[in-house]
Nanobody, 123 residues
Framework: QVQLVESGGGLVQAGGSLRLSCAASGRIFSINAMSWYRQAPGKQRELVGAITSDGSTNYADSVKGRFTISRDNAKNTVTLQMNSLKPEDTAAYYC?????????????????WGQGTLVTVSS
């Protein structure tokens, strides 16, 4: 069973910072990409940013220059550093992983989601 466990959400004032972490565990052979999504009340889930196995990143236009994704391949973790937070960043944040399982035979292009962590930015 592969799991993602997120941590680091909370309440912060506008202009403040938060760091979210996501740790993967289970029968993982390799991780292709790890991503962060968010879903605000009444809105669809949207991609915040992603990081591939070679460290390439991409971000939603709304967070470019404010959010940074990093990963530790040895620990199977990904971090989302969020700076200059705005009230419109308020949402549940979800970690997503695209991976190959450590099974025989291995299964590629599998996806798993974390349980989500709530970020609230007050004005």
């Amino acid at each position: 069973q592969v799991q993602l466990v997120e941590s680091g959400g909370g309440l912060v004032q506008a202009g403040g910072s938060l760091r979210l972490s996501c740790a993967a565990s289970g029968r993982i052979f390799s991780i292709n990409a790890m991503s962060w999504y968010r879903q605000a009340p009444g809105k669809q889930r949207e991609l915040v940013g992603a990081i591939t196995s070679d460290g390439s990143t991409n971000y939603a236009d709304s967070v470019k220059g404010r959010f940074t994704i990093s990963r530790d391949n040895a620990k199977n973790t990904v971090t989302l550093q969020m700076n200059s937070l705005k009230p419109e960043d308020t949402a549940a944040y979800y970690c997503n992983m695209d991976y190959t399982s450590a099974t025989v035979p291995p299964k590629r292009y599998l996806q798993v989601w974390g349980q989500g962590t709530l970020v609230t930015v007050s004005s």
